[in-house]
């Protein structure tokens, strides 16, 4: 299971340097949009086992840094619940709102 966190969070991080560092309407776009997403729902999913055993036993730097990632999750999460109700908007714009909204 760890293997598979590991290897979604190296696929969020590329995925996301790739989409922002280079958007554009093609079709490898899309692909690499629905990539991230699916990949964020999977870690999402294998992040809640875990969740409880970490933040109970583990050093407060291993905290911090997995609030990081349950954080990100989160605000993916609430960015794809939001996309669909409010159309094409700048992704910036999307951050913004749904932090705004997390933490409101």
Known sequence: MSRWRSGLLLVLTISAIYLYGFPSATIIYGGGVLLHAGA???LAILLIP???HI???SPLEIRLGWLLITAG???GLV???LAPLTGFVSGSFFISRSALL???
């Open 40 to 42: 964020g729902i999977l």
């Open 50 to 52: 875990i969740l409880r």
């Open 55 to 57: 933040f109970r036993d």
């Open 73 to 75: 999750t989160f605000l």
């Open 79 to 81: 960015l794809l619940k």
């Open 102 to 104: 997390a933490f409101c």
